[in-house]
């Protein structure tokens, strides 16, 4: 059975849908005023997966994945750039759905947008100021009132009266506690505005999502997701809004994926340490990145380095070199088979990405050994369920150095001539150049004729050790980056 780690709960616990056979799944999505950077593709990656387990499981589920499309930093950069704020967030939605899609990231079901669910805004919070949850201020505003909801609190462990004490508070004298939060915003000069019985305004971003997850999957659903940074608030907000206005359960499992790091410290624009996905995919294959990603397991931080990234880059070379060697067979994944039974296992543990990952590295190696297109198949056929494994081999191991950081691979024959191109990437460790690698392999191809085998494998050592790895076939030598 497949076990969830529930945020709320604080252990794995069993997935036991509310109807069987279908999940239903939300995600917070991306604020569309900039290009994404590393951290939203963590998000889209590892929800991604979480979906197409849940599918490969037999569950028939419901992916939905919002867009805000309205926001304070949405405004100010469509003012920056004088252009409508429509310009500027179908501009970064596309621009979204092309880092996505290169990544590999299935289209979530259904992708709804803040400013289509104005109306379903104004009735929940309608609805909770009919319950005493809300409050109309003298400014406009209207206001959810913390102290209303007893279970304030419980998805992030923090009590109110923690949280007076020893967080930051924005101070308005409109609001009757400083916790409280804003439901909706009263109009300002030069911002886009919506009628509504408190006069014109604009929604507050908590209220959003509570709104989207009610409309498309209801009242109650199975899981909501989100990166770690929402736990609180945004997502302790939506269960006082969600239950508040319903007086039921809002979702049964909350699920929350690491940050990324750069030098220990959240990657984040407001810090200034991040890198879209777009420059990293101007140094790395898209499915490299996605291989980095899923890596880790997606409660603990990723740390974000070239290293890392090569790193990946090596071993998912290592698993299309398998496939290479030893052409997939078309298989039917068997449950059942040992390496299929591990991987499954795996994953069922709270997705559990880096050991269903060892159990590739271990198909790929029997591959190598067995020579069998089966077990390449069983590698192609689960990788597939993780988005990995996708390309053809000669496609990936071949793929244009700007594209993937790999370079291409350099052959000789068995008289010494370079028979292929093998370029080595800018920043790579090594200290040897292209033409020092060409003339070392010679030189090892004259040891190995003059049988001195001690110096052909100290010269394929002092290649390795520089991160250049040979692999000897009857066409001749080739070369490629660790």
Same mark, same amino acid.
């Given at each position: 059975?497949?076990?969830?780690?529930?945020?709320?709960?604080?252990?794995?616990?069993?997935?036991?849908?509310?109807?069987?056979?279908?999940?239903?799944?939300?995600?917070?999505?991306?604020?569309?005023?900039?290009?994404?950077?590393?951290?939203?593709?963590?998000?889209?990656?590892?929800?991604?997966?979480?979906?197409?387990?849940?599918?490969?499981?037999?569950?028939?589920?419901?992916?939905?994945?919002?867009?805000?499309?309205?926001?304070?930093?949405?405004?100010?950069?469509?003012?920056?750039?004088?252009?409508?704020?429509?310009?500027?967030?179908?501009?970064?939605?596309?621009?979204?759905?092309?880092?996505?899609?290169?990544?590999?990231?299935?289209?979530?079901?259904?992708?709804?947008?803040?400013?289509?669910?104005?109306?379903?805004?104004?009735?929940?919070?309608?609805?909770?100021?009919?319950?005493? =949850?809300?409050?109309?201020?003298?400014?406009?505003?209207?206001?959810?009132?913390?102290?209303?909801?007893?279970?304030?609190?419980?998805?992030?462990?923090?009590?109110?009266?923690?949280?007076?004490?020893?967080?930051?508070?924005?101070?308005?004298?409109?609001?009757?506690?400083?916790?409280?939060?804003?439901?909706?915003?009263?109009?300002?000069?030069?911002?886009?505005?919506?009628?509504?019985?408190?006069?014109?305004?604009?929604?507050?971003?908590?209220?959003?999502?509570?709104?989207?997850?009610?409309?498309?999957?209801?009242?109650?659903?199975?899981?909501?997701?989100?990166?770690?940074?929402?736990?609180?608030? =945004?997502?302790?907000?939506?269960?006082?809004?969600?239950?508040?206005? =319903?007086?039921?359960?809002?979702?049964?499992?909350?699920?929350?994926?690491?940050?990324?790091?750069?030098?220990?410290?959240?990657?984040?624009?407001?810090?200034?340490?991040?890198?879209?996905?777009?420059?990293?995919?101007?140094?790395?294959?898209?499915?490299?990145?996605?291989?980095?990603?899923?890596?880790?397991?997606?409660?603990?931080?990723?740390?974000?380095?070239?290293?890392?990234?090569?790193?990946?880059?090596?071993?998912?070379?290592?698993?299309?070199?398998?496939?290479?060697?030893?052409?997939?067979?078309?298989?039917?994944?068997?449950?059942?088979?040992?390496?299929?039974?591990?991987?499954?296992?795996?994953?069922?543990?709270?997705?559990?990405?880096?050991?269903?990952?060892?159990?590739?590295?271990?198909?790929?190696?029997?591959?190598?050994?067995?020579?069998?297109?089966?077990?390449?198949?069983?590698?192609?056929?689960?990788?597939?369920?993780?988005?990995?494994?996708?390309?053809?081999?000669?496609?990936?191991?071949?793929?244009?150095?700007?594209?993937?950081?790999?370079?291409?691979?350099?052959?000789?024959?068995?008289?010494?001539?370079?028979?292929?191109?093998?370029?080595?990437?800018?920043?790579?460790?090594? =200290?040897?150049?292209?033409?020092?690698?060409?003339?070392?392999?010679?030189?090892?191809?004259?040891?190995?004729?003059?049988?001195?085998?001690?110096?052909?494998?100290?010269?394929?050592?002092?290649?390795?050790?520089?991160?250049?790895?040979?692999?000897?076939?009857?066409?001749?030598?080739?070369?490629?980056?660790?």
């Amino acid at each position: 059975m497949l076990r969830i780690y529930n945020s709320i709960a604080r252990e794995k616990q069993d997935f036991i849908p509310i109807t069987a056979g279908k999940a239903s799944m939300y995600v917070c999505g991306m604020t569309v005023y900039d290009y994404c950077h590393l951290g939203h593709a963590r998000v889209m990656v590892v929800f991604d997966m979480v979906n197409r387990w849940l599918r490969a499981s037999g569950f028939d589920v419901t992916y939905v994945r919002n867009i805000t499309d309205i926001d304070d930093k949405i405004i100010s950069r469509a003012n920056e750039r004088e252009i409508s704020i429509q310009e500027l967030t179908n501009e970064f939605i596309q621009a979204m759905d092309e880092d996505s899609a290169k990544l590999g990231v299935m289209r979530p079901d259904i992708e709804p947008r803040a400013t289509a669910h104005i109306a379903d805004m104004l009735t929940m919070i309608g609805r909770l100021i009919e319950k005493g =949850h809300a409050y109309p201020a003298d400014n406009g505003d209207v206001f959810y009132s913390v102290n209303s909801f007893e279970g304030y609190g419980k998805l992030s462990g923090k009590s109110l009266e923690d949280l007076r004490a020893g967080e930051r508070v924005e101070i308005d004298a409109f609001k009757r506690d400083p916790m409280d939060f804003v439901l909706w915003k009263a109009a300002k000069p030069n911002e886009p505005s919506y009628d509504s019985p408190w006069g014109k305004g604009r929604p507050g971003w908590h209220i959003e999502c509570s709104a989207m997850g009610a409309h498309h999957l209801g009242k109650h659903f199975d899981i909501h997701g989100g990166g770690q940074d929402l736990q609180f608030p =945004h997502h302790e907000n939506e269960i006082a809004q969600s239950e508040g206005a =319903h007086d039921c359960k809002f979702v049964n499992y909350w699920m929350h994926n690491g940050f990324v790091r750069v030098d220990d410290e959240k990657m984040s624009k407001s810090l200034g340490n991040f890198f879209t996905i777009r420059e990293v995919l101007k140094k790395y294959k898209a499915e490299v990145v996605r291989f980095f990603i899923l890596r880790a397991q997606y409660r603990s931080p990723l740390n974000y380095s070239d290293k890392h990234l090569d790193d990946a880059n090596q071993a998912l070379t290592r698993l299309y070199t398998a496939l290479k060697n030893v052409p997939p067979a078309q298989v039917a994944i068997d449950w059942a088979a040992p390496f299929a039974a591990r991987f499954k296992a795996a994953m069922d543990d709270d997705f559990n990405t880096p050991e269903a990952m060892a159990v590739l590295f271990d198909l790929a190696s029997e591959a190598n050994r067995s020579k069998s297109a089966e077990v390449a198949g069983q590698l192609k056929a689960l990788g597939n369920l993780m988005g990995l494994l996708e390309e053809s081999p000669e496609a990936f191991l071949q793929g244009d150095v700007s594209d993937t950081g790999l370079p291409g691979p350099a052959t000789h024959d068995t008289a010494g001539a370079l028979v292929g191109d093998g370029a080595i990437p800018a920043g790579t460790a090594t =200290h040897f150049s292209k033409e020092d690698i060409n003339n070392l392999i010679a030189s090892r191809l004259e040891a190995k004729k003059s049988r001195n085998f001690a110096e052909a494998d100290r010269i394929r050592k002092e290649l390795s050790d520089q991160g250049i790895i040979l692999e000897d076939s009857p066409q001749g030598t080739t070369w490629r980056r660790a």
